[in-house]
């Protein structure tokens, strides 16, 4: 369970407030997505639940625990994936070694299977890896480390198309129902097909916080054409397929939810928490 409780923060040396008086509240087991467009915080709430930063005022907690404590208990139950990084200067011997002393539930079985899933060698030289083949590494070991929070931050840049698929194999494959992920991320048809569960911020203020189930139960994503547009309508957004729109569900079918235009729709006050 994460809970942000009146956060307010800034980076030192800016006036500008990244978050003022924020609060959102996460439960387990759950894979959510953290959208908000550029400069909204979203990395940096993951760097402050992870504890990389710490809250000018306010409070973030993990499972009971404040993050900026960091706490080694609380450290051993939660990796971040950061969307830039450079991977350790040591052989891949070393690095694993490192990872399985300091976290309690690493699984070299596991690491083994994500490796093999993105298609890489079961000892990669990590000295000699593309971006693309560091983040399938990086990727396999935040996996492998069996922590109980999960967190990447933009996990699909740097990867072809091909590769972002396995990337969604090696997800849904190997997240177990108790573990939680947070995917903060633009690229929101990388990942749509894992979530259960969608979070859009603005600044400080929490514009969706809903699971996937209930966006639709609430809402149908239709292509409509100009003839058939009427007051029903919540959102629409001109397509070559005609207009597609977000409109109540009511009793009919259910329809599969389209991020990118939920989030615009979000972001443009059309569509908000019950």
């Known amino acids: 369970m994460i809970d942000v409780t009146n956060l307010n923060f800034n980076y030192q ?21 953290l959208l908000g467009k550029n400069g909204t915080g979203k990395s940096t709430l993951l760097y402050l639940i992870s504890g990389l930063l710490r809250p000018r005022s306010g409070k973030v907690t993990v499972d ?36 399985r002393a300091f976290y309690p539930h690493f699984s070299e079985d596991m690491l083994q299977k994500c490796l ?14 593309s971006m693309g083949q560091k983040k399938k590494v990086y990727m396999s070991f935040a996996i492998a ?51 259960d569960h969608v979070v859009i911020i603005d600044q400080s203020r929490v514009l969706l916080n809903s699971s996937i189930a209930d966006l639709s139960r609430r809402f149908a994503f239709r292509y409509l054409p100009p003839q058939e547009m009427d007051d029903s ?40 928490n019950e």
């Open 13 to 33: 040396g800016s006036r500008h407030q990244v978050f003022s008086d924020f609060s959102l509240h996460l439960e387990p087991g759950r894979i959510y997505g």
């Open 64 to 99: 009971g625990r404040e993050s900026r404590l960091r706490q080694p208990e609380l450290l051993q139950e939660m990796f971040i994936v950061p969307e830039e990084y450079a991977m350790a200067d040591m052989s891949f011997e070393a690095f694993a070694d490192m990872m």
């Open 116 to 129: 093999a899933d993105f298609e890489m060698p079961a000892r990669p030289n990590l000295k000699e890896l």
């Open 145 to 195: 480390t069996g922590t109980r929070l999960l967190m990447m931050d933009e996990p699909t840049n740097g990867l072809d198309i091909p590769s972002k698929a396995l990337f969604r194999k090696v997800v849904a494959n190997y997240m177990e129902d108790d573990r939680t992920l947070i995917i903060s991320t633009h690229q929101v048809h990388d990942i749509e097909a894992l979530l």
């Open 233 to 272: 309508v919540l959102y629409a957004e001109p397509s070559l397929q005609g207009n597609a729109v977000i409109m109540p569900r009511g009793d009919g079918e259910e329809t599969q939810v389209d991020l990118e235009l939920l989030f615009n729709a979000a972001i443009d006050g059309k569509i908000t």
